[in-house]
């Protein structure tokens, strides 16, 4: 009982991956295997710190001393709720600043996209010494404010509405140690930019630039120590858009752009007390390949709060 | 539990169709169809052209009668081919349709935006530039700035206006009927109603793939294709025989010889000068002034872009000095401080309406540049107004003259007065647009853009208002992008002015009023 509760706060941690970087996959699903049981609620407030001095121009690592330096932080509030035992639901608002070292070029911030997403356990048996779960999660996402899309690299997000569909394949054993595989789909629309013509490998006439779609995937491999007060996890995430152009050379980039990466990373989470509802959260990623991205290192620093609202 | 998986898949299905059902197929070229035109200028042949002295200094020879026999099997294998059009080529069909010159300021527009990259400095922080020389590069060449391309689209322009008033002479001179009229069981795909020899689509197609071939050069197959497509699409559209073509494309070789000899020597080479010649022409401007403008880039560009394009040759301004305007105010005057807190109060409070001005203007790097933006407005009024191909080269050739003559003008301002940007005067300013590597002084979107403006309105004279209108805003559209003072813009639209009142006096002579 007391571990479900906690455990579902590890939700926060596969969305934040996406929030922190240049390109925002808003509401990316939670790819954990844990569900929240019906009532019960998780409120987080989550700081990232990104940064990069390099970029992907098309397939090159490049830099650019008229940015230097590009970083963007946010501070993301998120809630999530059990809706019955097999399916929970989370809403998040990431509120996100950029700027740059170098250069002349003023950066933004505000609030991002508004992030919806439900997930449910389809099923979850003992196999073994250990416990097979298969999850499904879908989400959508949408522009909260009217923030340029079209405003590389400081742009706060795609400024597209974006569905997601995930599924999710976890083994755990009983002794703490897990291993985690999810796949995901991104269906990404169209986002109105503030121009009515722009180049992708030729002329267009229009406001309209079409966001690529994209594949997401995630392997994780965790384990819960101190009598299940920490858990510790080492994570490889990538992404790559179906479609897309490349940034020209020295040129900036556009939301038409096909974004790729991979990405490594490690968290850790701890909770507090004997109810263990207060969670602290550290994790720290590095981009390690990518395409038409800055190659970001994101360091993150987290509380989450769960508990239970009706008996 | 069943219940709710199938709840949460449909919310799902209704998400994804959400975001799928605003796909859509984005447009990538103007989409109209060919059109009955709003007159035919059958005195077109009588106007006075620019490069060419009289309309016969290209010699076409009268065709051959449509009752020989080389004509009528010319006119059996368009009947042939109009009989049963592939897919594709009736695609190509209507896509050429029967105003072409503007399907090729497109593929212009085009080639402008892929060649609009400014070249990036080297590892060891030196930068290099294109070279004609050798045009692979890197960097390829051109970089086709708003300059380049100012003057890429005037010669193209040019080219299509003279070699057309050639094809009208001879047309109305021989009065070929076109296939269609010869044999009704001919179908055209758009009745121009126009003599078909020489073809006019023939010129445009063989001049504007001359001129845009020397414009940018690693083009010249992609520049080829077209050109053919274009050619079989007017067999494919029952407008004309190959007789016709031949005669076209003669014109349009020969015109386009001549707009890229003038070309050769208008002291475009010497525009992007050699770092000792650039760092005179900013030690006379300290001399004269007591200020000077730096690049602010990282590693510092060495030269600004072309310096000595004022020194390139006007098509219809006697002498630059004469549309030079008046210094501008000296940083530090009351004056300059009060544009300064305008910058810094639009930077800190920039409203929604002023940041999309900015963008919608913009036409940066990597976009077909404010002369772009001017030509692709006039593509539109010239569809909306239903001009003929005639009358589409005068307004697009009167117009690409008057903004490279402002751009000469604007550059000549530049580079006299060597005036320096806001990032270089306000210490610690941020901007929202990327400021160019060239003075401030005057605004070359403001100057552009007034010019074609004006130009606009004299043939559009029902538009004269919504032309003066964007060229204002694209004028204070670089004070809220921060990258130009308020006196940048202002006197750049009157420079503007003034130097297409000089090509607007050309046109209301040349016979088509």
Redesign the interface.
Known sequence: MIKNLTNYSLVILGILFFFSNIKILPAQTPSDAIMMKKGELCLALIYDYGSWDQYWEGATLRGNENIGTLTRTSLNPMIAAGITDKIGVLIALPYISTKSSGGQMAGVNGFQDINLAVKAEILNQKLGKGKLALLATGAFATPATNYLSDYMPYSLGLGAPEGTLRGILQYKLDFGLYARVSLAHLWRGLTEVERDYYYNNGSYYTTLMDVPNAWNYNGVVGIWLLDESLKVEANYLAMTSTSGDDVRKYNMGQPTNKMDFGQVGGSAQYYFGESKGLGLLVYYSQMIQGRNMGKFTNLGLGLTYQFKVIK | ?KK??LF??L??CL??F???S???D?????EYSAYQFSGLDEDGGTWKSTLLTAPDQIVVAAPEDITSASYLAELASVKTATASLSGDQQEAVNYWTNNSLLRWN?IA??LA??YN?????NPDGTYTLPNPATPDGP?PFPFAHPPYTSRALAYLSVAQFDGLITAWHYKYTYNRPAPYEVDNGIVSAYNSGLPSFPSDGAVIAAASRNILSAMFPLEKDYLAAKAEEHLSSLIWAGENVESDITAGEYIGVEVAKLALARAGSDGMKNAQTPKPKSDSIKAAAFARFGWQWDN????VRPVGLTPLFGKVKMWNVPTVEEVRPVPPPAPGSPEFEADVAELKEI?ENLT?EQ??IA??W??G????TPP??WN?LAKELSIEYKLNPLRTARTFAYMNMAIMDAGISCWDAKYYYHYPRP?QTIPG????L??PNFPSYTSGHSTFSSAAATVLGYIFPQEAADCEAWALEAAMSRVYG?IHYRFDAEVGIDQGKKVASYTVAVAQADGAD
């Open positions: 539990m709710h998986i949460l898949l919310s799902f998400a994804v959400i975001v799928v605003c796909e859509q984005l447009p990538t070229w103007a497109e527009l085009e935006a892929k990259l400014i070249p990036g400095p960097p602010m880039e990282s590693p930077a929604n940041r999309k963008n919608w913009s036409d790097l990597g976009t077909y772009g933006h692709r990032i300013f941020k901007t929202i990327g400021t921060g």
